[in-house]
């Protein structure tokens, strides 16, 4: 059994490392994604993170057609629930502890499985620290291409439960202490909120621009999010949001409204990422990596400033066209994070897709960029359309590239697709292709 343990090694967050040495060698062969609730309700064990993780994975698993057996590595992100809402009372075992409740580890998930009756019996990967999903997805590609697994189970599961968004740390007490004062007077995410706010009125005052003039991609991540099957608007509140919905909402943190943040949701997806000869005669059509690259990017001060973004957005772009060999002209599907929608034009810019350059972002959000027309930004709907799962901008990526979007399905040349997850100053991103080469 080898336990991952890869450190730093597999990251991509440089210049000059070229293209990067697995390109087409790796495909993603299955997704699972399982129901998705607001809350937890802290009672119903059907609906725990592990639960659903098992549906996921289940899901996943078919998806590539493949039988529990050709599992050979498993890979876990556990999730933070467990962490911010340890310790309360436990259930009777073997759920006696968080680990199959508000967090899910790869142990625990070959365990759950072999509880539903379908046992992991031949992993001989496992790694139950992997890092956020943006990381992990690049994570997950490297780990297949260093032949630690052939088949890998990938494992996201983000859970919340009633109360406070989380209750450790800051968001345990009523008070900001010390120099949270200044810049997280309010509780979590209150640094991350005003550091993007802060950022944007910087965009809006250099490129002359206002908030209203952001309405229009808002707009459309609901209205792309409500053709995903399995999201949270979808299957809780499947109206259309418009404009003035937009324009009127209450602020979070001015100027970020309530529709400029994603919802918190508790779900769980899963992935397969194989090697590429064995993905040629699986189930689905194999959506291969061209690359990936990740970027945590200093700021010298408790706020971000719009150059420091901008920056990180360009280097990010830059190692993306370097490990995969291509170019802007050359992305067809391009779906950046979106946890806040104050930020996700820099990934735009950054990357120049469809030729967007700094400043130009609100003039391209007021021309067509639903699916059906020549500019399908976001194609996924994000977080904002699907809730926080962190997940959707990937797994739609993979459904344009196999030509299973469904009502999402662009009419543009679709052959290549990237996706990324977190914030411009530290994130991780993969390049998906329909072809190898």
């Known amino acids: 059994m080898t336990t991952g343990n890869q450190g730093s090694a597999y990251r991509r967050d440089r210049e000059g490392m070229g293209v990067w040495e ?19 309700d802290g009672i119903s064990l059907d609906k725990t993170l592990g639960a659903y993780s098992i549906v996921a994975a289940q899901r996943a698993i078919e998806d590539a057609g493949l039988s529990p057996d050709d599992i050979d590595g498993v890979m876990s992100c556990p999730g933070p629930l467990g962490d911010y809402w340890a310790p309360r009372p436990y259930f009777e075992p073997p759920y006696d502890s968080e680990d199959g409740i508000t967090l899910v580890t790869a142990e625990w998930l070959i365990k759950g499985m072999g509880l539903n009756g379908t046992p992991l019996k031949n992993v001989t990967y496992i790694n139950s620290q992997a890092p956020q999903i943006g990381e992990m997805m690049g994570l997950a590609a490297q780990t297949v291409g260093d032949g630690l697994a052939k088949n890998l189970l990938v494992l996201y599961p983000t859970g919340n439960m009633e109360g406070r968004y989380l209750q450790s740390g800051e968001a345990s007490t009523d008070y900001a202490h010390k120099d949270r004062q200044w810049h997280s007077p309010w509780g979590h995410h209150t640094s991350s909120m005003q550091g993007t706010a802060f ?215 679709c052959e290549t697709a990237a996706a990324g997850c977190n914030t411009p100053g530290g994130n991780g991103y993969i390049m998906f292709a329909k072809n190898p080469d």
Not at 204 to 220: G, I, L, M
Not at 400 to 408: D, K, N, S, V
């Open 199 to 413: 950022v944007f009125d910087q965009y809006c005052s250099k490129y002359s621009t206002n908030h209203d003039r952001h309405a229009p991609f808002v707009v459309n991540q609901r209205r792309n999010g409500l053709k995903v099957p399995w999201g949270f608007y979808t299957l809780n509140e499947p109206y259309q949001i418009d404009a003035e919905d937009y324009l009127s909402a209450r602020w979070l943190t001015k100027p970020l409204n309530l529709f400029d943040a994603d919802r918190p949701v508790n779900a769980s997806a899963a992935y397969i990422f194989s090697t590429s000869d064995r993905a040629k005669d699986m189930k689905q059509p194999p959506v291969y990596v061209l690359t990936h690259a990740q970027i945590r990017y200093p700021t010298r001060s408790s706020m971000p400033t719009l150059n420091e973004h901008e920056h990180a957005c360009e280097l990010l772009a830059q190692r993306m066209w370097e490990g995969s060999g291509l170019e802007p002209k050359d992305l067809d599907v391009f779906n950046p994070y979106d946890g806040y929608s104050l930020f996700c034009h820099l990934f735009l810019e950054g990357f120049q897709w469809h030729g967007v350059k700094k400043g130009e972002s609100h003039d391209f959000f007021a021309d067509d960029i639903s699916v059906e027309g020549s500019h399908p930004f976001n194609s996924s709907g994000g977080n904002l359309g699907t809730g926080r799962t962190r997940t959707a901008i990937f797994t739609d990526c993979i459904d344009q590239l196999r030509g299973q979007a469904g009502e999402r399905q662009v009419s543009i040349r």
């Open 22 to 40: 697995h390109r087409g060698k790796v495909a993603v062969t299955g997704v699972g994604h399982s129901h998705m609730d607001r809350r937890w």
